[in-house]
């Protein structure tokens, strides 16, 4: 080589090595400056730009797990496909990540070609599945050579550095040193970048759960500050309840105190009777104060046990059935105190006998080591007890009714007014002259409780130094919850429904009461659920032609009640009984508005089971009539299996037989919603004949028989009427005995009542007419089915 030419050579390679100097400096000067994670990938692919021209490249980190890489940077590429990821050992990047050596490949024209074609072979060959579902790698369609680095912190590793060029390259030991340098800062960079983000996300999180801890802490202090004031605001409470019930000079209160005295002296078994509201809880209170015993007072509302989800109860022996679990519950709490039970003609049988066991082994009988025995218990009831509760207790105080301590009035609304006043923040100082009379001279069917309840609806909206009763909060008829009743709209064997009116809306109502004394032949257990019961499902129930329930519960005297929509009208039993045999096009509307009812039910899973002419009530909803409801959900059931199979009674047959189906007869397990379409064939029956299907029955049995033996003569054959063939047709094979036989859902019965035409359907103006001249003053006022 001639001289001039070597010293050139000498020169421009020179150059290149202080341009790479200068790179090499700057790149590591760049690269570890920064702990950013995305600043240290763009540094990496920019360098590998500079100083090899490689403009086409891609940074890919092994993954948790350390089974993969994914792509986090790529430079000079259409698609960069971020978060594209590779199997380490698998091609090219793969086998430089489980080798840790760098690999240069060439001719990657001919290995893309093959790699397409063994491709195409395995999709032909249905192999497709094998290929995978992988996000792609950044890739040069024309790629002749590529080479790839592994990133490493010693043996460790961190990732792959890939780049490719559209033409063949070749390297030389200098270019190999070159490119192992930079890897190296590269690894470097990007493992410092990921402690340190490692580092932060660990500060962030943790400065987040000091935080979050710091809340929760303050939230929970917040919260038992006010549990604290609501513990020390319901002992200041108990106590003036307590003190009240017992104040006065009267004979009567003055006995009633010689009676606690003496019964706190011994640890038998003490009943509180008396009237409702008269103070059972102040009483069983002093008692307990007087007895000196150590332990708690606790209070065990018996009606609430009915509904006590007793399951959750948790205990020392959680293997004891629900009920002894509640009641060692409630015993290891009063141990050394009293157990008061209010209202005990309210609990469940199946805690009775577990009471029986306890107080016999405070008498000294032999039972099981169930419950710790040192618990005085008290229970209150009003009216009679049942004679298996009654024998339990051993000792007696009657309460007096507040009507027998008139005297004691004066004391007792000076105290509680004084009281509310406190509570309500009122400057109030008594009561006035005139508002005392009158509380002298009302007769107190609530006794102490309706006293203290007027008091503070007095109180609440007082404008001056005295209290005023108006005469309205002593107004002498009866009141359930927030309803006062007004008059009787009907009766029954189980108790009486009658017109109510809110007190503080001008809305009406109809109030069933089913009274806790009366006889039903249905053990109290049982009742309780079936009212439960009828009052969810309906308030469950949002069909326009099901009547509409608004309240429910017990009242003071253990009484059940619920609150109902009052109707306008009369139900089907009546209209056919006083006005004979209705038209067919009139039957149809009403038998397509109970199907629409019923089939909401059956789509619950509910059957009504008591579908009859007296519960399907005809009434007037603004200018709409002939409006139908679907009263007396009360021995609704769900389908076999459901909760509330078992409800009824063992032995009882549940419905009305002259309008029954077989299956309620016989077989009561395979019911579903065509019991009740067989049913409301037999009410379409009465309604177009005034007969019943089996009128010739005498008997209950007889009737019984029939529906599920004798094959039931067309209602055309006996009514004096003309009947729609149509619907004859319908109502007959609605009785067919096989429930198979029958449409298969209230809407498709709805449906074929819709098909039958009639020359004179039956319109709103001829049912206004209708009632116009038969029953006007049924549209006038509220009525209401009477309880059965």
Same mark, same amino acid.
């Given at each position: 080589?001639?001289?001039?030419?070597?010293y050139?050579?000498?020169?421009r390679?020179?150059?290149r090595?202080?341009a790479?100097?200068?790179?090499?400096?700057?790149?590591s000067?760049d690269i570890?400056?920064?702990?950013d994670?995305?600043?240290?990938?763009?540094i990496a692919?920019?360098?590998m730009d500079?100083l090899?021209e490689?403009?086409?490249?891609?940074?890919?980190?092994?993954e948790p797990?350390?089974?993969?890489?994914k792509v986090?940077?790529?430079?000079?590429?259409e698609?960069q496909?971020?978060g594209?990821?590779?199997r380490?050992?698998?091609g090219?990047?793969?086998t430089?990540?489980a080798?840790?050596r760098?690999m240069?490949?060439?001719?990657?024209g001919?290995?893309?070609a093959?790699?397409?074609?063994?491709?195409?072979?395995?999709?032909?060959?249905?192999r497709?599945a094998?290929l995978?579902?992988?996000?792609?790698?950044?890739?040069?369609p024309?790629?002749?050579?590529?080479?790839?680095?592994p990133?490493?912190i010693?043996?460790?590793?961190?990732?792959v550095?890939?780049?490719?060029?559209?033409?063949?390259?070749?390297?030389?030991?200098?270019?190999?040193? !070159?490119?192992s340098? *930079? /890897?190296?800062?590269? %690894?470097s960079a990007i &493992?410092?970048?990921?402690?340190?983000? =490692?580092?932060? $996300?660990?500060?962030?999180?943790l400065?987040?759960?000091?935080?979050? !801890?710091e809340?929760? *802490? /303050?939230?929970r202090? %917040?919260?038992?500050? &006010?549990e604290?004031?609501?513990?020390? =605001?319901?002992v $200041?409470?108990?106590?003036t309840r307590?003190?009240?019930?017992?104040?006065?000079?009267?004979?009567?209160?003055?006995?009633?105190?010689d009676g606690i005295?003496?019964?706190?002296?011994?640890? =038998?078994p003490?009943?509180?009777?008396?009237?409702?509201?008269s103070g059972?809880q102040?009483?069983a209170y002093?008692?307990?104060?007087?007895s000196?015993r150590?332990?708690?007072?606790i209070?065990?509302?018996?009606?609430?046990?009915?509904?006590?989800?007793?399951?959750t109860?948790?205990?020392?022996n959680?293997?004891a059935p629900?009920?002894?679990?509640?009641?060692?519950?409630?015993?290891?709490?009063a141990?050394?105190?009293?157990?008061?039970?209010e209202?005990?003609h309210e609990?469940p049988?199946?805690?009775?006998?577990?009471?029986?066991?306890?107080l016999?082994r405070?008498?000294?009988?032999?039972?099981?080591?169930a419950?710790?025995?040192d618990?005085?218990?008290?229970?209150?009831?009003?009216?009679?007890l049942?004679?298996?509760?009654?024998?339990?207790?051993?000792?007696?105080?009657t309460?007096?009714?507040?009507?027998?301590?008139?005297?004691?009035i004066?004391?007792?609304?000076?105290?509680y007014?004084?009281?509310l006043?406190?509570?309500?923040?009122?400057?109030?100082?008594?009561?006035?002259?005139a508002?005392m009379?009158?509380?002298?001279?009302?007769?107190?069917?609530g006794?102490?409780?309706e006293?203290?309840?007027?008091?503070?609806r007095?109180?609440?909206?007082s404008?001056?130094g005295?209290v005023?009763?108006d005469?309205?909060?002593?107004?002498e008829?009866?009141?359930?919850?927030?309803?006062?009743?007004?008059?009787?709209l009907?009766?029954?064997?189980m108790?009486?429904?009658?017109?109510?009116?809110?007190?503080?809306?001008?809305?009406?109502?109809?109030?069933?009461?089913?009274?806790?004394?009366?006889t039903t032949?249905e053990?109290r257990?049982?009742?309780?659920l079936?009212f439960?019961?009828?009052?969810?499902?309906?308030a469950?129930l949002?069909?326009?032609?099901?009547?509409?329930?608004?309240?429910?519960?017990?009242?003071?005297?253990?009484s059940f009640?619920?609150?109902?929509e009052?109707?306008?009208g009369l139900d089907?039993?009546?209209?056919?009984?006083?006005?004979?045999?209705?038209?067919?096009?009139?039957?149809?509307?009403?038998?397509?508005?109970a199907?629409?009812?019923?089939?909401?039910?059956?789509?619950?899973g509910l059957?009504?089971?008591?579908?009859?002419?007296?519960?399907?009530?005809?009434a007037r909803l603004?200018?709409e009539y002939?409006?139908?409801?679907?009263?007396?959900?009360?021995?609704?059931?769900?389908?076999?299996?459901a909760e509330?199979v078992?409800?009824?009674?063992?032995?009882?047959?549940?419905?009305?037989p002259?309008?029954?189906?077989?299956e309620?007869?016989?077989?009561?397990?395979?019911?579903?919603?065509?019991?009740?379409l067989?049913?409301?064939?037999?009410?379409?029956?009465?309604a177009?004949?005034?007969?019943?299907?089996?009128?010739s029955?005498?008997t209950?049995?007889q009737m019984?028989l029939?529906?599920a033996?004798?094959l039931?003569?067309?209602?055309?054959a006996?009514?004096?009427?003309?009947?729609a063939?149509?619907?004859?047709?319908?109502?007959m094979?609605?009785?067919?005995?096989?429930?198979s036989?029958r449409p298969?859902?209230?809407?498709?019965?709805?449906?074929?009542?819709?098909r039958?035409?009639?020359t004179?359907?039956w319109?709103?103006?001829?049912?206004?007419e209708w009632?116009?001249?038969?029953?006007?003053?049924?549209?006038?006022?509220?009525t209401?089915?009477?309880v059965?």
């Open positions: 080589m001639p001289p001039q030419e070597g050139e050579s000498q020169a390679q020179l150059d090595q202080a790479e100097l200068d790179i090499l400096q700057r790149v000067t570890n400056s920064t702990l994670l995305e600043e240290v990938y763009e692919l920019r360098t500079r090899f490689f403009h086409h490249a891609t940074i890919l980190i092994v797990g350390g089974e993969m890489l986090v940077a790529s430079r000079g590429y698609n496909a971020i594209g990821r590779v380490i050992g698998t090219v990047i793969g430089v990540a080798k840790r760098p240069q490949v060439g001719n990657l001919q290995q893309r093959y790699a397409a074609t063994q491709r195409r072979q395995m999709l032909k060959a249905g497709g094998e995978g579902d992988v996000m792609p790698v950044p890739g040069l024309n790629a002749e050579s590529q080479i790839a680095l990133l490493l010693r043996e460790e590793l961190v990732g550095l890939s780049v490719e060029s559209p033409v063949r390259q070749r390297f030389d030991d200098h270019d190999r040193h !070159l490119v340098i *930079v /890897a190296n800062q590269i %690894a &493992r410092n970048a990921q402690l340190y983000d =490692e580092r932060r $996300r660990a500060v962030e999180a400065q987040e759960a000091n935080a979050s !801890l809340a929760r *802490v /303050a939230a202090t %917040a919260d038992l500050e &006010r604290l004031k609501v513990a020390q =605001e319901l $200041r409470d108990a106590r307590v003190e009240g019930p017992l104040l006065g000079a009267s004979a009567a209160v003055g006995a009633l105190r005295a003496r019964q706190a002296r011994v640890l =038998e003490l009943l509180l009777t008396g009237p409702p509201g059972d102040a009483v002093a008692v307990h104060g007087a000196g150590a332990g708690a007072f209070v065990v509302s018996c009606a609430d046990l009915h509904t006590e989800d007793l399951a109860t948790r205990t020392s959680p293997e629900h009920g002894e679990r509640w009641l060692q519950a409630k015993l290891e709490v141990s050394g105190g009293t157990l008061f039970l209202a005990i609990l049988a199946g805690q009775r006998k577990l009471l029986g066991d306890l016999s405070q008498r000294g009988a032999a039972v099981r080591e419950a710790p025995a618990v005085r218990i008290i229970a209150s009831t009003v009216g009679t049942d004679p298996s509760l009654r024998a339990l207790f051993t000792r007696q105080i309460l007096p009714a507040l009507v027998d301590r008139r005297e004691d004066p004391v007792l609304a000076r105290h007014v004084g009281k006043a406190r509570q309500f923040g009122k400057a109030v100082n008594g009561v006035s002259p508002s009379q009158r509380l002298e001279s009302y007769s107190w069917p006794n102490i409780n006293l203290r309840t007027v008091l503070e007095a109180v609440l909206v404008r001056g005295l005023e009763i005469e309205e909060l002593l107004d008829r009866a009141s359930i919850g927030s309803y006062q009743l007004v008059s009787p009907g009766s029954g064997g108790g009486e429904v009658w017109l109510a009116r809110h007190r503080l809306l001008a809305r009406p109502a109809a109030v069933k009461l089913i009274r806790h004394d009366r032949g053990p257990d049982q009742l309780v079936r439960q019961r009828e009052a969810q499902v309906t469950g949002r069909s326009p032609h099901t009547v509409q329930l608004y309240d429910f519960g017990v009242n003071e005297t253990g009640y619920y609150v109902m009052l109707l306008e089907l039993n009546q209209i056919v009984t006083r006005f004979g045999p209705q038209p067919s096009e009139r039957v149809v509307m009403f038998l397509r508005q199907c629409r009812s019923l089939a909401e039910a059956h789509e619950g059957i009504h089971r008591d579908i009859k002419p007296a519960n399907l009530f005809v603004g200018q002939d409006y139908l409801k679907v009263l007396d959900f009360g021995i609704v059931k769900g389908r076999p299996g509330a078992g409800i009824t009674a063992q032995g009882v047959v549940q419905g009305t002259a309008f029954m189906a077989p309620l007869v016989f077989d009561s397990q395979s019911l579903d919603g065509r019991t009740d067989y049913s409301l064939a037999c009410v379409a029956y009465w177009l004949t005034g007969q019943l299907v089996f009128g029955a005498t209950p049995e019984l029939h529906h033996q004798t039931p003569v067309a209602p055309s006996v009514s004096e009427m003309p009947i063939p149509d619907l004859e047709a319908i109502i094979r609605c009785l067919a005995k096989r429930p036989d298969g859902s209230a809407l498709e019965l709805d449906a074929d009542l819709a039958i035409r009639f004179q359907p319109t709103q103006l001829r049912a206004r009632w116009a001249m038969h029953a006007p003053d049924r549209l006038g006022g509220g209401a089915p009477a059965e």
